[in-house]
């Protein structure tokens, strides 16, 4: 999405802004500026607006008048007019990504935890698709990583890494980066929220 500087003039530092981009997020981007934010929160303070700020600098691009990138920092971000900040914002909590859906519902221990991806993963051969992922885990190995990280995203996302196997013709035992790096926010979070407790009941 493109967002014009209509508002008045802006500046990233010394460099005057054309317009604004706003990239979309994976669950690993997310899970990225969750870690950062956790390194920024001090004692006592919100982690949700450090959370945001790091969604900002990560999605929102400046761009100048031919469509050169500049760089943001927090401080440039933070000296913004109100008027773009809001518009930010705004703007990350538009997300219209299908939401999955659990196929079947094993506890993912003695039986398989089948779920349909909201949006499935392209994986650029033949327009061939992974649609569904299987989550099932038989030993202490195989969720000791897991276990292991700091938060929920980072847990999830080392489920999805780990756990997670393409259903279908497809030569892969675990999802690859390249693979783990389309899922969607609305998707992880879903399996975060319906498939990760099945490893810790």
């Not at 993963?121 to 299987?134: A, C, R, Y």
Request: with cysteine; hydrophobic share 40%; net charge negative.
């Amino acid at each position: 999405m493109r967002i014009e500087t209509d508002k008045g003039a802006v500046f990233v530092g010394e460099t005057q802004i054309d317009h604004f981009t706003v990239e979309p997020l994976s669950f690993t981007g997310f899970a990225i500026c969750v870690n950062k934010a956790n390194e920024e929160v001090g004692p006592n303070e919100n982690l949700t607006k450090y959370l945001q700020r790091e969604r900002i600098l990560r999605q929102v691009k400046a761009h100048k008048k031919d469509g050169t990138v500049v760089p943001m920092t927090a401080e440039h971000l933070l000296n913004m007019p109100l008027a773009y900040g809001k518009v930010f914002t705004s703007q990350l909590l538009k997300d219209t990504s299908p939401v999955g859906e659990i196929l079947e519902s094993g506890d993912g221990i003695s039986a398989p935890l089948l779920y349909r991806l909201g949006t499935p993963i392209k994986t650029g051969t033949d327009d061939k698709e992974i649609t569904e992922l299987e989550f099932q885990a038989k030993t202490f190995g195989d969720i000791e990583d897991i276990l292991a990280a700091e938060n929920h995203v980072e847990k999830t996302l080392k489920m999805i890494e780990l756990l997670g196997r393409p259903v279908g013709d497809f030569d892969l035992l675990t999802l690859p980066s390249w693979a783990l790096d389309q899922i969607t926010i609305v998707d992880g979070s879903n399996l975060m929220n319906r498939v990760l407790p099945s490893f810790f009941e």
